[in-house]
């Protein structure tokens, strides 16, 4: 069975930190493409970060570039989502999902094989 279990997230103040993990199983974790989405309320979903596979630099959204990053750990299956300087603007259920094909619709968070179930990230003024 393929799951991906999302956690990590929570209640965090403006300018602080927080790390969210993404375990995988039941896919081919190494060959994929996966990464990190979030959907804010009110708003569609869209792509934080995501690389095709471990050969391949991540690309980050402009509005987390030099804030957030993707390492992955693939003994674990497990990839992370390291935010720093967090901002009010980055409240959002965060979501991880993961693909064969590193598509253009990947990217931007509107198709993937599996998606995880989200966590909720809240950040406070």
């Known amino acids: 069975e393929v799951q991906l279990q999302a956690s990590g997230g929570g209640l965090v103040q403006a300018g602080g930190s927080l790390r969210l993990s993404c375990v995988a199983s039941g896919f081919a974790f190494d060959d994929y493409a996966i990464g990190w989405f979030r959907q804010a309320p009110g708003k569609e979903r869209e792509g934080v970060s995501c690389?095709?596979?471990?050969?391949?630099?991540?690309e980050y959204s402009e509005s987390v570039k030099g804030r957030f990053t993707i390492p992955r750990d693939n003994a674990k299956n497990t990839l992370y989502l390291q935010m720093n300087s967090l901002k009010t603007e980055d409240t959002a259920i965060y979501y991880c999902a993961g693909d064969p094909r590193y598509t253009w619709y990947f990217k931007r968070g509107f198709e993937a094989n599996y998606w995880g179930q989200g966590t909720q990230v809240t950040v406070s003024s």
């Open positions: 690389s095709e596979n471990t050969a391949y630099t991540a």
